[in-house]
């Protein structure tokens, strides 16, 4: 009887892991994964949509092009996870597995941050279509980039949004009359590389740009438009670009999966409390910031543990906590932070690229590798 490995969630680590799997055993097993959404879209197309360098509809990869040997992909929405069971509910019925892996990513809290619910945000792809209309109307003011709380979602992404911002506003013509200020739940924008986040703030500085490190917005005020801060501040708006607060989906937690609003694993192997079920990326608890890549690099370690299990081999330990990020600066200028966060037992380590109109070839073979990989495109 063919093994059936279940994968919840077709993101960066669903998607990989469901490759490669299809890679090593064709049909010779039954994967079955599992999104409740059409499509898939990388972190990165939602800036370019917002500042109208590509268009939401263009960004978007069919889930129907993801076609691989011995692999399902069902457009589901689950209700219930039963991980002892490794049984899974959703709208269309029920699923059992040998094999669970849960890669739901995180979901976004809008309510942990009263206001955000009505607030303007470009961290979903409805969000920054909305904020892209708006933004060709919008001539003078103050424009607030603000996050609500650590962790979140592409640690770069709210650093990239004010550079761009500014470059869009100088592109205009109306810089001038325009402030911009980011607002960080940490101490440095991006704290495994201080050679890094050197270089942001001085791109800050030399734009011009208001920077307040290690705070969170508590409150969105849409009708005074102002945020006001966990240290009490208050900073009006006229524009805003918010960050919301994420969490891993709820069903998780109703499973009891969860610890304190994530699934706990054991970072180098992935393994959570319950036999034969792993977690990967922003749902779990792995030891790396919430982003894609990081998702994928988890991924690929569950992958070789599956396969090494399914043929009977010695279980390798693969996780290296390692990723790369790319950091728009504006100009057509790319940076790249190569992280690593195992390595070093004394912690987080990262490398600098500095920014490069060559970069920019770097980060565009990144995502279209990927869609190559795992769409065909």
């Not at 490995?5 to 599992?34: K, N, R, Y």
């Not at 920054?128 to 109307?137: I, P």
């Not at 569950?302 to 330990?317: D, F, I, Q, S, T």
Request: glycine residues 10%; aromatic residues 10%; charged residues 25%.
């Amino acid at each position: 009887m063919k093994k059936r490995i279940l994968i919840l969630g077709a993101g960066f680590g669903g998607l990989e892991l469901s490759t490669m799997l299809s890679e090593a055993f064709g049909d010779g097993i039954e994967v079955t994964l599992i999104d409740k959404n059409d499509s898939f879209y990388f972190g990165f197309s939602k800036l370019d949509v917002m500042f109208g360098l590509d268009n939401p509809d263009k960004v978007r990869l069919p889930y129907k092009k993801f076609v691989k040997p011995g692999v399902r992909l069902l457009r589901e929405t689950i209700s219930r996870v039963d991980p002892v069971a490794k049984r899974v509910t959703t709208d269309h019925g029920t699923h059992e597995a040998d094999f669970l892996v849960i890669a739901l990513g995180a979901d976004y809290d809008f309510a942990a941050t009263p206001g955000m619910s009505e607030a303007t945000e470009f961290y979903t792809l409805e969000g920054a279509t909305r904020l892209g209309e708006m933004l060709r109307s919008f001539t003078q003011g103050r424009v607030l980039v603000a996050v609500g709380g650590a962790p979140f979602k592409c640690p770069p992404a709210p650093s990239e949004a004010a550079l761009m911002m500014h470059e869009y506003l100088v592109t205009r013509g109306i810089r001038s009359a325009c402030e911009i200020t980011l607002i960080l739940p940490l101490e440095a924008p991006t704290p495994p590389s201080p050679e890094t986040s050197r270089a942001l703030l001085a791109a800050f500085a030399e734009r011009d740009i208001t920077f307040v490190a290690d705070r969170e917005m508590r409150f969105v005020d849409t009708q005074r438009r102002e945020v006001t801060l966990d240290d009490g501040r208050v900073f009006p708006y006229d524009l805003f670009l918010g960050v919301p607060a994420i969490r891993a989906p709820k069903m998780l937690e109703e499973s009891g999966m969860t610890e304190d609003g994530y699934v706990p694993v054991k970072p180098r192997t992935l393994e959570t409390r319950f036999p034969d079920v792993y977690a990967v990326g922003d749902c779990a608890r792995q030891g790396t910031p919430k982003a894609g890549i990081f998702a994928e690099g988890a991924a690929r370690a569950v992958g070789k543990a599956l396969m090494a299990r399914l043929r009977n081999e010695e279980v390798p330990v693969t996780h290296e906590g390692k990723g790369v990020c790319y950091i728009e600066f504006g100009g057509g200028r790319v940076g790249r932070v190569d992280v690593d966060f195992f390595s070093d037992p004394e912690g987080p380590t990262g490398t600098y690229h500095e920014p490069s109109v060559a970069m920019r070839a770097d980060k565009e073979h990144f995502g279209s590798s990927r869609r190559a990989r795992w769409f065909g495109l």
